[in-house]
C-alpha cells in the first residue's frame, strides 16, 4: 500500500493503460496537461478528469468504502483565533489526512475546508478496501493528533491544541461518475455516502464510527471494541456503530 507508481494506478486498474506519471517517461505526458492527480500522487488527471473516457460510461456502481472526517470545534474556534493560525490548522489538517488517505491507496475526493471525504476502491483497485479505510482513520488520527499538538505549541494556542478530528467509515455500493455538466472531475453518491457523513457529524473528537458493515469487512481491526447504537438523520433504523478511539 502507498507506494510510489510510476504508472497512474487508475488508468492500469480501470483500462489497464501504462500512463508514466514519473520519470523520464512522464515527461511528453506532461506537456500535454496529463499530470498527478490532487486526489491522489498515484492516479493521473485522465482518472481524475476524464470518467467517461475511462469508463465509457456516465456513472458506474461499484463495492466501495467512504470515509469522511472534520475537525471539531472548529467553527467555535473560528471566532475567537487568528485568522492566520486557522488558515494553519486547516492546512495541517488536510495534509496529514491526504498523507493517511493516500499512504492506502485511498483517493481525496472532496475537501470542504475543515472537512474531507475519501473514496476507498475507486479508481486503485483494492480489494480489503474497508480494512485500508478504517487502517487510514487511524492513522488521520494519529497524525493529526500530533501535528495540532505541535503547531498549538509553536504559537503557544492552547486552545488549538484541545482540537480533535472526529472520521465516520460505512462501506457498500455506491454510485460514481460525473454528476455535473459544468465540472467533469467525478464523485460518489447514493445512501452509503450519506450514512457515511451522519456518522461522521456523530463521531467525537478523537473518535471513529464504523459501520457494521465495513466492521465485518474489517473485523481483525475492530475485535473488542465497543458498540453505540445511534439514530441518524434521514436513516430510518439505528445504526450499531463500533467506536474507535484515538487513544486505544
Not at 492527480?37 to 467517461?52: D, G, L, Q, V
Request: charged share 15%; glycine share 10%.
Amino acid at each position: 500500500m502507498g507506494s510510489t507508481a510510476r504508472i497512474c494506478r487508475g488508468c492500469w486498474d480501470q483500462m489497464h493503460m501504462p500512463i508514466p506519471i514519473r520519470g523520464p517517461l512522464a515527461l511528453p505526458f506532461r506537456i500535454c496537461g496529463i499530470t498527478q492527480s490532487k486526489m491522489n500522487p498515484n492516479i493521473c488527471t485522465i482518472c481524475e478528469r476524464s470518467f467517461r473516457y475511462v469508463k465509457k460510461q456516465r456513472q458506474i456502481s461499484v463495492p466501495a468504502t467512504i470515509l469522511f472526517a472534520d475537525i471539531r470545534g472548529y467553527t467555535d474556534l473560528s471566532e475567537r483565533m487568528d485568522p492566520v493560525v486557522l488558515g494553519e490548522i486547516v492546512s495541517v489538517f488536510q495534509d496529514q489526512c491526504a498523507q493517511a488517505i493516500w499512504a492506502h491507496d485511498g483517493i481525496v475526493n472532496k475537501q470542504m475546508g475543515d472537512g474531507l471525504m475519501a473514496i476507498f476502491n475507486f479508481p486503485i483497485k483494492t480489494e480489503r478496501h474497508a480494512d485500508a479505510a478504517v487502517t487510514a482513520a487511524i492513522d488521520i488520527q494519529r497524525r493529526c493528533t500530533s501535528a495540532l499538538s505541535a503547531l498549538a505549541s509553536r504559537h503557544g494556542e492552547t486552545s488549538a491544541g484541545a482540537l480533535g478530528i472526529g472520521v465516520g467509515v460505512h462501506t457498500g455500493q455506491v454510485e460514481i461518475g460525473e454528476f455535473s455538466t459544468l465540472r467533469s472531475d467525478f464523485t460518489a453518491i447514493g445512501g452509503v455516502v450519506n450514512l457515511t457523513a451522519r456518522l461522521e457529524a456523530q463521531a467525537a473528537a478523537g473518535e471513529i464510527l464504523v459501520s457494521p458493515e465495513a466492521a465485518v469487512q474489517a473485523a481483525g481491526l475492530l475485535a473488542g471494541t465497543a458498540t453505540r447504537a445511534l439514530t441518524l438523520k434521514g436513516i430510518a433504523l439505528p445504526v450499531l456503530a463500533h467506536v474507535l478511539n484515538a487513544g486505544g
